[in-house]
């Protein structure tokens, strides 16, 4: 066992309590959402450690862990069951785009903040006439003195009602051809000219959210990565948000990954004979095929860290995040087939975890549109990636 492994290990056995292991309650930095205690002390604890963003550099909150030594780190976290300290849009989107793009100023003021989970963000891309073809937003930022004056609307902000700040595309010279003249910008959600509004949903739930903006002020300092050069940092951060959802951003310390997939042994709870045995030929060719490419997903996720020249992949991210998404939907679609009948309640008659699967069947649909669309996807791998004519 190498040095770093056994300070890791005896580390993290100490300091984790135990609130924070298994499932349960993960911080993403919201000013409104009251931590548990245990969770509190280990968002605190890892923080001070540097291990809430174990690769950036130790001035900015950081532990500039390699990619071996964080590989150790998830790897041991996992071990003890232990959650990722901290999540959320802080960490993994909008930090590492400001350490990519944003001047000495700004990642000062910026990245220990994001790195203490002080403030969750929202995603201010998506508007109603821009979702796939981002570059015709219209939400506008007009130059007044030091600051920028929004005005415009987004919408599918994901936990707004709860973020602290927003980073935002808005043009910023319309005159300019459409992928020119754009800026991406950082707001305080707490004036009262952002205005959230919430969308129901025929769940019940509303995690998605309009969000207004009637003059919002930004200070020009809050611009990141230039004037009218928005296109190209936004594309970055989309990269790291496809990174997240692919499991090969490594700017949080993404704890307690669970390498065995717990999906066979429930088709087998639900398909199989006393034996142990799935009768069903197709089911059983489903589950075969299921697991292999989930295999094949874990060792190209494996393989895309490893090529790391930075916190994440560029253009790969698309690959990975779509096939990603795409075999958990198998997974999920395989399960609720095995189900039966019984994948069909959504009552309280239902089991806990029928109903818990059947909500994530249907939530797990999002994952092809969701940091854009399977279709968008495919389009960037037939250009980017396998450099196919436009
Ligand atoms: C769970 C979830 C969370 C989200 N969170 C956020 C968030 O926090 N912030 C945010 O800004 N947005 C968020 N979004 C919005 C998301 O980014 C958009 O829904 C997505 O980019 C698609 O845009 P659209 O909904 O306008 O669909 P459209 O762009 O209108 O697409 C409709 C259909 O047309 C297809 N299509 C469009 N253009 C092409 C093309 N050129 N070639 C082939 N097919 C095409 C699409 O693939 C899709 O099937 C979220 C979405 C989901 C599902």
Redesign the pocket.
Same mark, same amino acid.
């Given at each position: 066992m190498t040095d770093f492994r056994k300070e890791t290990r005896a580390w993290l056995e100490e300091n984790c309590p135990p609130g924070a292991r298994g499932e349960g309650q993960i911080p993403i930095g919201s000013t409104s959402i009251e931590l548990e205690s245990d969770v509190r002390l280990w968002l605190d604890r890892m923080a001070e450690k540097g291990w809430t963003v174990p690769t950036w550099p130790k001035e900015y909150g950081g532990a500039e862990l390699d990619r071996e030594e964080y590989q150790i780190l998830v790897e041991e976290l996992g071990r003890i069951g232990a959650r990722t300290p901290l999540t959320g849009r802080g960490v993994n989107y909008i930090g590492p785009t400001i350490l990519e793009f944003g001047t000495e100023e700004q990642k000062a003021k910026w990245l220990p903040r994001c790195a203490r989970g002080e403030g969750a963000w /929202?995603?201010?891309? =998506?508007e109603?006439g821009?979702? =796939?073809?981002?570059a015709s937003l219209s939400c506008k930022a007009v130059r007044e003195g030091d600051n920028y004056i929004i005005n415009g609307s #987004?919408?599918? *902000?994901?936990? /707004?009602t709860y973020c602290d700040y927003i980073f935002v595309l808005v043009r910023t010279s319309p005159d300019k051809p459409k992928h020119e003249g754009i800026s991406l910008v950082l707001v305080d959600m707490s004036q009262e000219a952002v205005q959230v509004r919430p969308i129901q949903l025929i769940s019940g739930a509303s995690?998605?959210c309009e969000t207004h903006f009637d003059n919002a002020i930004v200070p020009m300092e809050d611009l990141i990565g230039g004037v009218d050069n928005g296109w190209t940092v936004g594309k970055r951060l989309l990269q790291f948000e496809r990174s997240t959802h692919a499991g090969i951003n490594i700017s949080g310390s993404q704890g307690g990954r669970v390498e065995e997939d717990p999906l066979r042994d429930q088709v087998r709870r639900y398909a199989a004979d006393e034996n142990g045995f799935i009768s069903d030929t197709e089911l059983r060719n489903r589950l075969t095929t299921y697991e292999m490419n989930t295999r094949a997903q874990t060792i190209t996720q494996r393989r895309a860290i490893e090529e790391l020249q930075s916190r994440a992949p560029g253009f790969t991210s698309s690959a990975v995040k779509l096939t990603n998404a795409l075999n958990k939907q198998d997974g999920d679609e395989l399960l609720v087939a095995a189900m039966g009948s019984q994948g069909l309640k959504w009552d309280q008659d239902a089991e806990k975890e029928e109903l818990a699967t059947l909500k994530r069947w249907l939530y797990q649909k999002?994952?092809t549109?969701?940091?854009? *669309? #399977?279709?968008?996807q495919?389009?960037i791998i037939a250009k980017r990636v396998l450099g196919l004519p436009d």
């Amino acid at each position: 066992m190498t040095d770093f492994r056994k300070e890791t290990r005896a580390w993290l056995e100490e300091n984790c309590p135990p609130g924070a292991r298994g499932e349960g309650q993960i911080p993403i930095g919201s000013t409104s959402i009251e931590l548990e205690s245990d969770v509190r002390l280990w968002l605190d604890r890892m923080a001070e450690k540097g291990w809430t963003v174990p690769t950036w550099p130790k001035e900015y909150g950081g532990a500039e862990l390699d990619r071996e030594e964080y590989q150790i780190l998830v790897e041991e976290l996992g071990r003890i069951g232990a959650r990722t300290p901290l999540t959320g849009r802080g960490v993994n989107y909008i930090g590492p785009t400001i350490l990519e793009f944003g001047t000495e100023e700004q990642k000062a003021k910026w990245l220990p903040r994001c790195a203490r989970g002080e403030g969750a963000w /929202a995603m201010g891309y =998506s508007e109603p006439g821009a979702g =796939s073809d981002l570059a015709s937003l219209s939400c506008k930022a007009v130059r007044e003195g030091d600051n920028y004056i929004i005005n415009g609307s #987004k919408i599918w *902000t994901s936990d /707004a009602t709860y973020c602290d700040y927003i980073f935002v595309l808005v043009r910023t010279s319309p005159d300019k051809p459409k992928h020119e003249g754009i800026s991406l910008v950082l707001v305080d959600m707490s004036q009262e000219a952002v205005q959230v509004r919430p969308i129901q949903l025929i769940s019940g739930a509303s995690p998605f959210c309009e969000t207004h903006f009637d003059n919002a002020i930004v200070p020009m300092e809050d611009l990141i990565g230039g004037v009218d050069n928005g296109w190209t940092v936004g594309k970055r951060l989309l990269q790291f948000e496809r990174s997240t959802h692919a499991g090969i951003n490594i700017s949080g310390s993404q704890g307690g990954r669970v390498e065995e997939d717990p999906l066979r042994d429930q088709v087998r709870r639900y398909a199989a004979d006393e034996n142990g045995f799935i009768s069903d030929t197709e089911l059983r060719n489903r589950l075969t095929t299921y697991e292999m490419n989930t295999r094949a997903q874990t060792i190209t996720q494996r393989r895309a860290i490893e090529e790391l020249q930075s916190r994440a992949p560029g253009f790969t991210s698309s690959a990975v995040k779509l096939t990603n998404a795409l075999n958990k939907q198998d997974g999920d679609e395989l399960l609720v087939a095995a189900m039966g009948s019984q994948g069909l309640k959504w009552d309280q008659d239902a089991e806990k975890e029928e109903l818990a699967t059947l909500k994530r069947w249907l939530y797990q649909k999002s994952l092809t549109i969701a940091g854009g *669309t #399977k279709e968008v996807q495919l389009n960037i791998i037939a250009k980017r990636v396998l450099g196919l004519p436009d």
